[in-house]
Nanobody
C-alpha cells in the first residue's frame, strides 16, 4: 500500500516562502504523475501543480512564477517550493500520486499566509 506523507506547512507572512515535502513509502519513479492540490476553507479542492514521469510540469495560473514542483527520486520525495506567498494561498495542501489509473493521497499539510 502506497503512503504519502506531507510536511513543511506552517504560518508565514505574505511575501515569505515555504517548501512542502511529500515522502512516499516506495519508489516515486513508478508513478505516472504526481502533484499538489490545495483546499481553502469553504472552497473546492484545486490543482496547484503537477509533474509527470517524464518531467513535464503544469501549474495553476494563480501560482505560475511563484511555485516550483520538483522531485528527488533517490529520496522518494516530491517537493513544492512556494515563494512570494499571498494570503489567498492559505489552505490545506495535499500531495497525490497516480500509478496505473489508481490515485493515492496524503493527509494534507496546512499552510497559512498572514497579511
Amino acid at each position: 500500500q502506497v503512503q504519502l506523507v506531507e510536511s513543511g506547512g506552517g504560518l508565514v507572512q505574505a511575501g515569505g516562502s515555504l517548501r512542502l515535502s511529500c515522502a512516499a513509502s516506495g519508489s516515486i519513479f513508478s508513478f505516472d504523475n504526481m502533484g499538489w492540490y490545495r483546499q481553502a476553507p469553504g472552497k473546492q479542492r484545486e490543482l496547484v501543480a503537477t509533474l509527470t514521469k517524464r518531467g513535464y510540469t503544469n501549474y495553476a495560473d494563480s501560482v505560475k512564477g511563484r511555485f516550483t514542483i520538483s522531485r528527488d527520486n533517490a529520496k522518494n520525495t516530491l517537493y513544492l517550493q512556494m515563494n512570494s506567498l499571498k494570503p489567498e494561498d492559505t489552505g490545506t495542501y495535499y500531495c497525490y500520486a497516480v500509478r496505473t489509473l489508481v490515485d493515492y493521497w496524503g493527509q494534507g499539510t496546512q499552510v497559512t499566509v498572514s497579511s
